[in-house]
């Protein structure tokens, strides 16, 4: 059975930093494009950041470049996200996923994206 399973989410002021993990079992993802979106009340999901199967391409969205940053490890089947300088309006749910192949066309679409995880919240207080 296959899992994306996040850790690290939590409260923290405006300006703080956390570190989002999220560990895939049941299958390597080390040749699949991964990425974090986000979801707070009321909104859609939304694209965050992606990073291709080798972690040398990511891509963020405009409202958390230089501030969010996407890593990898292969050989530890784990994707982090970095987020540093938080605002209030980033607070959500962040959700892990992953595609089901190394394609990096539409990475920010939600649709192009296969495996979930359960999310985790991240609650930033001004």
């Known amino acids: 059975q296959v899992q994306l399973v996040e850790s690290g989410g939590g409260l923290v002021q405006a300006g703080g930093s956390l570190r989002l993990s999220c560990a895939a079992s049941?299958?390597?993802?080390?040749?699949?494009?991964m990425a974090w979106f986000r979801q707070a009340p009321g909104k859609e999901r939304e694209f965050v950041a992606a990073?291709?199967?080798?972690?040398?391409?990511?891509y963020y969205a405009d409202s958390v470049k230089g501030r969010f940053t996407i890593s990898r490890d292969n050989a530890q089947n784990t994707v982090y996200l970095q987020m540093n300088s938080l605002k209030p309006e980033d607070t959500a749910v962040y959700y892990c996923?992953?595609?089901?192949?190394?394609?990096?066309?539409?990475?920010?679409?939600?649709?192009?994206?296969?495996?979930w995880g359960q999310g985790t919240q991240v609650t930033v207080s001004s």
């Open positions: 996923t992953a595609r089901g192949d190394r394609a990096w066309f539409d990475y920010s679409s939600l649709n192009r994206y296969v495996y």
């Open positions: 990073v291709n199967w080798s972690g040398r391409v990511t």
């Open positions: 049941g299958r390597t993802f080390d040749s699949n494009t």
